[in-house]
């Protein structure tokens, strides 16, 4: 009985897959995630799930940094993205940072039962333009691999950087002391090898969908 993981903010869009996963495995076990933080409770109470099916913009991740991250602190679990973003460009880029396949929203009922099911036959699944679009570029490369070693506390310190929140309010959001916040920024620039905040946001976003969009962060002493 294999067990599938959804994980996207939408209700709807979570009902949709649940009905196309109910289809072609009706004795599957679903659990579901609205949230990043939700996702890696999630994931450390099943750490014997046999798929998770990602959309690329759930709350608390940019971009394909949550895939980057859970491929690093979970590689044995298979990581499909559905996302409404179909450029083959974006397929493609999700291919290389670690998904084992990609599924358009768009997509139809039959669809989506295909690709789970290859998928879960040890295959992978994505349209064919995504095979014929630009690899992502080295830097992307660069910046995944610095993201692997953070922990998922400062993953998560790093993402709320990225949305401009100032230590103050990352510690309230946490539960945690300012102080317990300000290492958890000095341990994320010494992993991304970064000098600043601003620097370490900067890396972080090469991950992003739309690299060219990122703002840096409000300055602050860390």
Partial sequence: MPTLLIADDHPLFREALRGAV?????????????SVEALYTLVEAEPDADLL?????????QGFSALVHLRALHPQLPIVVVSAREEPTVMRRALDHGAVGFIPKS???ATLGEAITRVLDGDRWAPSVALSAPAAHADEH????????????????LQMLGAGLLNKQIGYELGVSEATVKAHVTAILRKLGASNRTQAVLIAGRLALDPGA?????????
């Fill in 22 to 34: 109910a289809r072609v495995l009706p004795d599957a076990q679903l659990r579901e995630a609205d």
């Fill in 53 to 61: 099916l990602l959309d690329l913009n759930m709350p608390g991740a």
């Fill in 107 to 109: 997509a139809d009922a």
């Fill in 142 to 157: 660069d910046a995944a691999q610095r993201l692997r070693d953070l922990t998922p506390q400062q993953f998560r310190v």
């Fill in 214 to 222: 990122i703002v840096p962060p409000p300055e602050e002493a860390d």
